[in-house]
Structures are given as C-alpha cells and as structure tokens.
C-alpha cells in the first residue's frame, strides 16, 4: 500500500519561505514520477511540479516557474518543494504524489496522493 506523507506546511509572511517534504513508501520510488498538486476551496487539485525518477525531467506550472524549486532523493525516498517568494495566492492545501512511471517523464495523471499539508501566506 502506498504511503505519501508531507510536511513542512504552515504560516508564513508574503515574501518568505517554506520547504514541503514527503516520504513515500510502499512504492518502487526510484522508478515513480512525482508530483505537488495543490487545492484552494472550491477549485479543482492542480499540478505545480512534477519530477521524473531520475530527476532530469521536471516541470512548473506557469505561476510558481522561477520562484519553487522541486527535488528528490531517491535513497531516502523523499521529494522536496523548495517554495520561495511566497505570495497570498499560494495560500493552499498542497499534496505530495506519486505514479510508477515505465517512462522517465513527468506524467499528467498521478496515481497516489498524501493526506495534504496546509500552507498559509498571509501577514
């Protein structure tokens, strides 16, 4: 059964910073794309990020391209969303996910998602 578990959400000032993890188990993590979705109320989940498995593919969707930063260690199974220049309209539950990917390649479905971690920009 696959786990997906972040951390790092929180409070935080326009402008400033916050780093999500996830762990991930219960997958062949070296051979899974993964993703951060994100999810404000009444609006559908949206991909922001993804990586490939072995990293040398990535994407950002338009609004964080320049200010996120995605990465992934492979040995300890995590993936990682370095959020800088935090802005109120990145106020969201953000999602770690995950889906084995024959192909090393961004997917635009994922399989598996976390429980969500709450990120608040506000001052």
């Known amino acids: 059964q696959v786990s997906l578990v972040e951390s790092g959400g929180g409070l935080v000032q326009p402008g400033g910073s916050l780093r999500l993890s996830c762990v991930a188990s219960g997958l062949t993590f070296s051979r899974s794309a993964m993703g951060w979705f994100r999810q404000t109320q009444g609006k559908d989940r949206e991909l922001i990020s993804g990586i490939s498995w072995s990293g040398t593919s990535i994407y950002y969707e338009k609004s964080v391209k320049g200010r996120f930063t995605i990465s992934r260690d492979n040995d300890k199974k995590m993936v990682y969303l370095q959020m800088n220049a935090l802005e109120p309209e990145d106020t969201a539950v953000y999602y770690c996910?995950?889906?084995?990917?024959?192909?090393?390649?961004?997917?635009?479905?994922?399989?598996?998602y976390g429980q969500g971690t709450q990120v608040t920009v506000s001052s």
């Open positions: 996910a995950a889906r084995y990917n024959d192909f090393d390649t961004v997917p635009y479905v994922f399989e598996s």
